[in-house]
């Protein structure tokens, strides 16, 4: 399974529109939710920190604003660990065998 993308915005932001964009561009699966609509994506906003959107998570890792480099990086750890269960698999595999 992919690591989940969220993108946290609200209508109006052009920041939000344009990390959207880019990740549909890109082709990079993710989740957009609206704030001003949805009480559980504000209350995440807000645990972590932040006063200004777009708020992006992926996984354990989440930053603010309109970010190309950060974008073009998820979709290059979307190419490349497409599944990381399957990783976690083949590791525990590994230390099994050199055990």
Same mark, same amino acid.
């Given at each position: 399974?992919?690591?989940?993308?969220?993108?946290?915005?609200?209508?109006?932001?052009?920041?939000?529109?344009?990390?959207? #964009?880019? $990740? %549909?561009?890109?082709?990079?699966?993710?989740?957009? /939710?609206?704030?001003? $609509?949805? +009480? %559980?994506? #504000?209350?995440?906003?807000?645990?972590?920190?932040?006063? +200004? $959107?777009?708020?992006?998570? +992926?996984?354990?890792?989440?930053?603010?604003?309109?970010?190309? %480099? /950060?974008?073009?990086?998820?979709?290059?750890? %979307? +190419?490349?660990?497409?599944?990381?269960?399957?990783?976690?698999?083949?590791?525990?595999?590994? $230390?099994?065998?050199?055990?």
């Amino acid at each position: 399974m992919p690591i989940p993308i969220v993108v946290y915005g609200q209508p109006g932001c052009q920041g939000c529109k344009m990390t959207v #964009r880019h $990740l %549909d561009k890109q082709g990079t699966p993710h989740q957009y /939710r609206d704030v001003t $609509l949805d +009480a %559980d994506a #504000r209350a995440v906003v807000e645990r972590l920190g932040y006063r +200004a $959107l777009p708020v992006v998570t +992926a996984g354990d890792m989440h930053w603010h604003g309109y970010s190309p %480099d /950060r974008l073009n990086r998820l979709a290059n750890l %979307d +190419a490349f660990a497409p599944d990381l269960t399957d990783l976690d698999q083949l590791a525990e595999q590994y $230390l099994k065998e050199i055990a």
